[in-house]
């Protein structure tokens, strides 16, 4: 069985940073979306020639496509010991699709993280100096905060209601936000 465990938040909130760190800690496999997606971008497959545009529109890519290639992902091994989930799931399809999986991949925690939206605007437009994103421009944000708000907030709720999220605010320093993070990992 492969325990999931959900980084659910805004864009801009420091989900990647604190995943790479607490998989690293905790031998867990990290599994970013947002990167795949750009790596078949990149690669320019046929999935990254659907993906391209709407990722630099800051749209969501095709629930059905996603999905895919989520559980295509999670069925290597370096998943065995349980696995973190970055950006996955962004909307409530996705989420009921993992419910699907769940005697063999339960979604054990929900660590939702929490930051106000001009806190985020301001750190995605720094990170865009550096990311080398197409994505990280005025407009996209806009978008992907939008979109945000609309397809992925209400997952709050949902995991609310099984009882399995914890909340933490992620403004702040990095390693003060990790460390409350990893509370909720030796538990
Ligand atoms: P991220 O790196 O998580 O901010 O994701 C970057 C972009 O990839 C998003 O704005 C979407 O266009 C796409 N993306 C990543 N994860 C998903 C997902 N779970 N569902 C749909 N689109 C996604």
Redesign the pocket.
Known sequence: MTHLVVFLGP?GAGK?TQAIKIASEFNLAHI????M??QHVKEQTDLGKI?KS??DE????P?DL?IQMLIERLSHDDCLGGTIL??????LP?AKSLEKINDKFPVVKVIVFEADQEELTKRILLRGETSGRG?DTEDSIRV?LEVYQKDTEPLITYYEDKGITTKINAVGNVDDIYKEISKEFIK
């Open positions: 864009p990647g970013s979306t947002g990167d997606l750009r993906a709407l990722l800051g749209k969501l890519v629930d996603v970055d950006g996955f799931p962004r909307t996705q994505d992907r």
